[in-house]
């Protein structure tokens, strides 16, 4: 029998089996052949990101070399809000997993806090603390969408990388003792973490707006030596443990692909 003969056979088999009801991949994979009709796997798409955001940032203590020898009360530690900016590249996986790459400036945002002493040999006194913190952070991300729901997918993600934190321009004032301190900026590098929760929304079949909620741990950072200002007497400089912010993220995600829709069975 001739190749042609056998395709016409094989032709009039699977249109046979349409017209009777069964489904052209399935008889194709009967008869031993690829199943052509079947869905392709998950389209990768790579994507760019830009991000604003503003963060709400709190250090979990406050530490001088002071703080071992005194009767010393921390009565106030905060840390301003203030603006970040960020942009990324990233891939999309299809349907429900993605991954990404991102670079962030997190600066300049300010450092407050108060405390006081007493019957340290010299009398008693209080410190009042002033500093600008920066920050450049890097993260490698991995985020799951959770389904759709009117055109909105909700997701949740995790990411993992570095972080610089410095601590620029300390003052440390004792309005008692008539005393100013001025610490040497210092720049700590740290590993940094963070946990994601957001939703995004398809705007056109390239460009996705991204809402989205972050924990951020940025790790310990602190000022260099702190010096009087008549130069005559010094300490070794604050240290500020445990930061941690709060971010609220908007981003926009411009896919470098077209992404082609998914085919759907008729039946």
């Given amino acids: 029998m001739t ?5 016409m056979l094989v032709g009039a088999a699977i249109g046979l089996a349409a017209m009777l009801g069964g489904s052209p991949g399935s008889v194709a994979a009967d008869l031993g052949l690829k199943d052509t009709y079947a869905p392709p796997p998950p389209q990768r798409t790579w994507y760019l990101k830009g991000t604003i955001g503003m963060h709400n940032h709190e250090v979990g203590g406050l530490w001088t070399e002071g703080y071992d020898d ?8 905060d840390m301003k809000t203030a603006p970040f900016f960020g942009v990324g590249v990233g891939v999309d996986h299809g349907r429900w997993l993605r991954f990404d790459v991102t670079g962030e400036y997190r600066g300049k945002w300010v450092f407050l806090a108060q405390d006081s002493y007493a019957n340290i040999g010299f009398g008693a006194g209080a410190n009042e603390y002033t500093a600008d913190i920066e920050s450049w952070l890097g993260l490698v991300n991995a985020y799951v969408d ?21 601590v620029l321009g300390l003052r440390d004032t004792n309005p008692v003792q ?13 590993f940094a973490w963070a946990l994601y929760a957001g939703m995004s ?3 056109t079949d390239r460009v996705t707006l991204d809402f989205a909620y972050r924990y951020l741990d940025l790790g310990d950072a602190k000022t260099g030596r702190a010096t009087d200002y008549l130069g005559t007497s010094s300490y ?3 240290e500020l443990s445990d930061i941690t912010s ?7 995600r411009f896919a470098l692909d077209r992404r082609e829709p998914y085919p759907v069975a008729i039946k």
């Avoid at 190749?3 to 395709?7: D, E, H, I, L, Q």
């Avoid at 005194?70 to 530690?77: C, D």
């Avoid at 008539?178 to 740290?190: I, K, R």
Wanted: proline letters at 2%; a negative charge; glycine letters at 16%.
């Fill in 201 to 203: 929304y398809d705007v």
């Fill in 178 to 190: 008539h005393t100013t301190y001025y610490g040497a900026d210092h720049t700590e590098y740290n």
């Fill in 246 to 252: 709060h971010d609220l993220m908007l981003s926009a």
């Fill in 70 to 77: 005194g009767n010393f009360t921390l009565h106030h530690k």
């Fill in 3 to 7: 190749t042609s003969r056998v395709s």
């Fill in 146 to 166: 959770l389904g759709q729901w009117c055109g909105v997918t909700p997701y949740v993600g995790g990411g993992i990388g570095m972080a610089s934190v410095s």
């Fill in 236 to 238: 070794s400089g604050v």
